[in-house]
């Protein structure tokens, strides 16, 4: 599966839009992009995931580039509880049995 | 996830042990995997199986064994622990979801167990 590279943190106020960015240009065709968070070295969380197309669901939207080798999380509203580390992936749809989280962002929502 | 449950959260062990650490899901998802999770190094996957009689080697299986005693249970255990074995373990559950006219997958995690190998 292709690596991803993130940049170690970001801060965002509270109630303003965080944009995550993720580059993974080495992405191939079968190879979907996965969103995950951590809370405190709690269990990581689903998020959300795409193809090629802008997704969208209750947590949180996902766009990526018509290249694919980079994508957007965007949580549209941020709140102190969406302080967490947040992993972008990229691996063949069900296939869990491989991929690699890597180091992601920490994400710092500040009131 | 309150559906996916680990014993012990914590353990303190010495080297040369055996350990098993224990997951259970009332989900009633097929799949089932063992992650550990290192500082720096994210989340690298140990054992996984999609159902009772398979059993597969992920990444880092050195070390370590598991057993699936049914479809809620996947047990991991530590022959001989060792101290670099130290880490955050997570059970995890996957399924595929019918959501809005799409098939979607998704994997749903335990709350972790603190390990420390002395």
């Known amino acids: 599966d292709a690596k991803t590279t993130q940049p170690p943190s970001m801060d965002c106020a509270e109630g303003r839009a965080a944009n995550l960015p993720c580059n993974h240009s080495t992405i191939s065709g079968n190879e979907y992009v996965y969103w995950y968070r951590q809370i405190h070295s709690q269990g990581p969380q689903y998020i959300i995931h795409g193809l090629k197309n802008n997704e969208t669901n209750e947590m949180a939207s996902l766009i990526i580039t018509e290249d694919r080798k980079s994508s957007t999380l965007i949580l549209p509203h941020a709140t102190l509880r969406d302080t967490a580390v947040y992993y972008c992936?990229?691996?063949?749809?069900?296939?869990?049995?491989?991929?690699?989280f890597g180091s992601g962002t920490k994400l710092n929502v500040k009131p | 996830d309150a559906d996916v449950t680990q014993t012990p959260r914590n353990r303190i062990t010495k080297t040369g042990k055996r350990i098993m650490l224990e997951c259970s899901q009332t989900k009633g998802h097929d799949r089932m995997y063992w992650y550990r999770q290192d500082p720096g190094l994210g989340l690298r996957l140990i054992y996984y199986?999609?159902?009772?009689?398979?059993?597969n080697k992920g990444e880092i299986s050195d070390g370590y064994s598991v057993s699936r005693q049914a479809q809620a249970k996947f047990s991991l255990s530590l022959e001989s622990a060792i101290p670099n074995q130290t880490a955050l373990y997570f059970c995890?559950?996957?399924?595929?979801?019918?959501?809005?006219?799409?098939?979607?997958?998704?994997?749903?995690f335990g709350p972790g167990t603190r390990l420390l190998v002395l």
């Open positions: 995890a559950t996957s399924a595929m979801i019918r959501d809005r006219g799409r098939t979607r997958e998704t994997q749903y």
């Open positions: 199986s999609f159902d009772v009689k398979d059993i």
């Open positions: 992936i990229v691996r063949v749809i069900y296939n869990f049995n491989k991929f690699y």
